[in-house]
Antibody
Framework: EVQLLESGGGMVQPGGSLRLSCAAS????????MNWVRQAPGKGLEWVAGITGSGGSSYYADSVKGRFTISRDSSKNTVHLQMNSLRAGDTARYYC??????????????WGQGTLVTVSS | EIVMTQSPATLSVSPGETATLSCRAN??????LAWYQQKPGQAPRLLIYGASTRATGIPARFSGSGSGTEFTLTISSLQSEDFAIYYC??????????FGGGTKVEI
C-alpha cells in the first residue's frame, strides 16, 4: 500500500522559511515522479512543484519559482520542499502527491494527508 | 498556461439521480485529463485518468468522456458518499499542471 506522510508545516512570519518533507513507502520510490500540490483555506487545488524519478529535472509554478526548491533523497525515500521568502499567499495545506510516471509529470495517483503552512505576522 | 474551467460551480442533486459535471480547457489537451474527488477534511482521490479510464477501485457509476477541450464526468445513481468536490486537471502541456476550480456536488 502506498503511503505518503508529510511533515514540517507550521506557522512562520512573512519572509521566513520552512522545509516540508514527505516520507514515501509502499512503492519503488525512484520509479515515480513526485509533486507538491497546495490548497489555500476554502480554495481549490494548485500544483506547486514536481520532480522526476531520477531527481534530474524539477519544475515549478510561476508563483513559487525562485523561492521554492523541490528535491528528493532516494536513500530515505523522501521528497522535500524548501520554501523561502514566504508570503501570506503561500498559506495553504501542502499535499505530497505521487505521479503516475517516472520521467514526466502527469497526474497524481496517491496523495498524503497534507501539512498546513500558515504565513502570518 | 492552460486554463481549466469547470461548470457549474455547485450542482444540487438528489441521491439516485445522475450528476453531469463539465470541464473545459482553453487549449486542446488531447485526452490528457484527470478527475479527482475531494471530501471535507480529506486529501483528493484520483477517479479518472486519460479522460475516461477509471482508477483502481473506482466504482463503475463514475464515468468520464471527452477529448480536446471539452470533458464530462458523469456520476450515475448518486450515493450519499459521492457528495464532494470534484476537480479536473490537465497534464498535456506543462509546467504548470493545472486544475479547474472545482464543482461541488451537494444535496
Amino acid at each position: 500500500e502506498v503511503q505518503l506522510l508529510e511533515s514540517g508545516g507550521g506557522m512562520v512570519q512573512p519572509g521566513g522559511s520552512l522545509r516540508l518533507s514527505c516520507a514515501a513507502s509502499g512503492f519503488t520510490f525512484s520509479a515515480f515522479a513526485m509533486n507538491w500540490v497546495r490548497q489555500a483555506p476554502g480554495k481549490g487545488l494548485e500544483w506547486v512543484a514536481g520532480i522526476t524519478g531520477s531527481g534530474g529535472s524539477s519544475y515549478y509554478a510561476d508563483s513559487v519559482k525562485g523561492r521554492f526548491t523541490i528535491s528528493r533523497d532516494s536513500s530515505k525515500n523522501t521528497v522535500h520542499l524548501q520554501m523561502n521568502s514566504l508570503r501570506a499567499g503561500d498559506t495553504a495545506r501542502y499535499y505530497c502527491a505521487k505521479d503516475r510516471t517516472q520521467q514526466w509529470l502527469y497526474y497524481f495517483d496517491s496523495w498524503g494527508q497534507g501539512t498546513l503552512v500558515t504565513v502570518s505576522s | 498556461e492552460i486554463v481549466m474551467t469547470q461548470s457549474p460551480a455547485t450542482l444540487s442533486v438528489s441521491p439516485g439521480e445522475t450528476a453531469t459535471l463539465s470541464c473545459r480547457a482553453n487549449q486542446r489537451v488531447k485526452n490528457h485529463l484527470a478527475w479527482y474527488q475531494q471530501k471535507p477534511g480529506q486529501a483528493p482521490r484520483l477517479l479518472i485518468y486519460g479522460a475516461s479510464t477509471r482508477a483502481t477501485g473506482i466504482p463503475a457509476r463514475f464515468s468520464g468522456s471527452g477529448s480536446g477541450t471539452e470533458f464530462t464526468l458523469t456520476i450515475s445513481s448518486l450515493q450519499s458518499e459521492d457528495f464532494a468536490i470534484y476537480y479536473c486537471q490537465q497534464y498535456d502541456n506543462w509546467p504548470p499542471l493545472t486544475f479547474g476550480g472545482g464543482t461541488k456536488v451537494e444535496i
